[in-house]
């Protein structure tokens, strides 16, 4: 019974910074690549961001250079530090194993205006 939990959502203007947290109830954390996935209304939900228990990262084209994948295996949290936010980078994030499984959490709320 893996449980994920995502915060750090929230509105923010264009050009702003939010930093996502995700805390996974799981022992083998420290060995489990992790991932946020972001998904937009009438969109399928992808892949943003990954980073293995070692923690080498790969992002999406659309975020690299911006954002920022970390991990903390003593507190089982993966963060997403996102930078120069941009209007098309709106939707709802979600962490989960990469590649992922059919464990969802409900995800946080990213909205950036413009």
């Known amino acids: 019974q893996v449980q994920l939990v995502e915060s750090g959502g929230g509105l923010v203007q264009a050009g702003g910074s939010l930093r996502l947290s995700c805390a996974a109830s799981?022992?083998?954390?420290?060995?489990?690549?992790m991932g946020w996935y972001r998904q937009t209304p009438g969109k399928q939900r992808d892949s943003v961001a990954t980073?293995?228990?070692?923690?080498?990262?790969n992002y999406a084209d659309s975020v690299r250079g911006r954002f920022t994948i970390s991990r903390d295996n003593a507190k089982n949290t993966v963060y997403l530090q996102m930078n120069s936010l941009k209007p098309e980078d709106t939707g709802v994030y979600y962490c989960?194993?990469?590649?992922?499984?059919?464990?969802w959490g409900q995800g946080t709320q990213v909205t950036v205006s413009s």
């Open positions: 989960n194993t990469a590649p992922s499984s059919n464990n």
């Open positions: 799981q022992v083998i954390f420290k060995i489990t690549r």
């Open positions: 980073i293995t228990g070692g923690g080498s990262t």
